[in-house]
Every structure is written in structure tokens, then in C-alpha cells.
């Protein structure tokens, strides 16, 4: 088992250095990035992406939801970004058994994952 270590990381996103527990120094810059509070849009992008893969992407089972296809999820990705860009204030997405929303907050976008279902039946 690999423990961590004390490093200095440098945020990615600013350049921003600070003391971070991780398993190597590559490792240390992710770690001081993550916990930056610089409001870099790259930064915004990046934490949206996350957001993105884990409701949408194979984490999505996770939820009990059926994870989209590549290209629906990169077309997902792609609205979060025009969102974020100010391009668009909410835009909602049905693909199979869920609509995907993302809509602009006060310091970034909120994600919002929701199965849609439905049953009928005549006789």
C-alpha cells in the first residue's frame, strides 16, 4: 500500500503553491489544484467535466441510470461548457431514460441528472 507524503503542488490552473498530502509530485499539483480557490475558468470546465462523467458515465449505474454513449457525452459536455461561457442560462437534454440539465449558478453550473419513466397500459 503507497502512503502519502507531504509535497509542495502548484495549482494547475494559477500557479498557486501549497504543502499537499499525495503519493507522488505529479500527484501534489492535482491535489493543490483541487483545493486552489481561484476562480479559473479551466478550473470551472475541468470540476463540470467531473460532474458530467459521474452522472452520465459508467458511474451513472452508480445512481441506477444507464450511461450515455461516447458521443452523447461529449455533446453533454459541450452544453456545459456553452453554459458556463454565459452562451446559454439552462439547457436540458433527453437522451433514452433521463433528461440531463445544467443551468448557470451564482459560481459555475449545477448538473442535474433525472430518470424519466414511464408505463402505460390499455386493455
Same mark, same amino acid.
Given at each position: 500500500?503507497?502512503?502519502p507524503e507531504q509535497y509542495e503542488g502548484t +495549482?494547475?490552473? +494559477? /500557479?498557486? *503553491?501549497a504543502m499537499v498530502e &499525495?503519493? @507522488?509530485? !505529479?500527484? &501534489? !499539483?492535482? &491535489?493543490? @489544484?483541487?483545493? +486552489?480557490?481561484c476562480d479559473n475558468i479551466l478550473k470551472r *470546465?475541468?470540476?463540470?467535466? #467531473?460532474l458530467i #462523467? !459521474?452522472? +452520465? /458515465? #459508467?458511474n451513472g449505474r452508480n445512481y441506477g441510470? !444507464?450511461?450515455l454513449t461516447t458521443e452523447q457525452l461529449e455533446f453533454v459536455k459541450q452544453v456545459g461548457e456553452a453554459v458556463l461561457e454565459d452562451r446559454a442560462e439552462v439547457c436540458s437534454i433527453k437522451t433514452g431514460d433521463s433528461i440531463v440539465t445544467i *443551468? *448557470?449558478?451564482?459560481? /459555475?453550473a449545477r448538473v442535474t441528472r433525472r430518470r424519466t419513466q414511464t408505463i402505460q397500459a390499455e386493455v
Amino acid at each position: 500500500m503507497i502512503t502519502p507524503e507531504q509535497y509542495e503542488g502548484t +495549482c494547475l490552473y +494559477c /500557479g498557486q *503553491k501549497a504543502m499537499v498530502e &499525495a503519493i @507522488s509530485p !505529479d500527484m &501534489a !499539483d492535482i &491535489a493543490a @489544484s483541487r483545493r +486552489c480557490n481561484c476562480d479559473n475558468i479551466l478550473k470551472r *470546465k475541468a470540476n463540470l467535466e #467531473e460532474l458530467i #462523467e !459521474d452522472q +452520465c /458515465g #459508467e458511474n451513472g449505474r452508480n445512481y441506477g441510470m !444507464d450511461p450515455l454513449t461516447t458521443e452523447q457525452l461529449e455533446f453533454v459536455k459541450q452544453v456545459g461548457e456553452a453554459v458556463l461561457e454565459d452562451r446559454a442560462e439552462v439547457c436540458s437534454i433527453k437522451t433514452g431514460d433521463s433528461i440531463v440539465t445544467i *443551468k *448557470k449558478v451564482k459560481k /459555475g453550473a449545477r448538473v442535474t441528472r433525472r430518470r424519466t419513466q414511464t408505463i402505460q397500459a390499455e386493455v
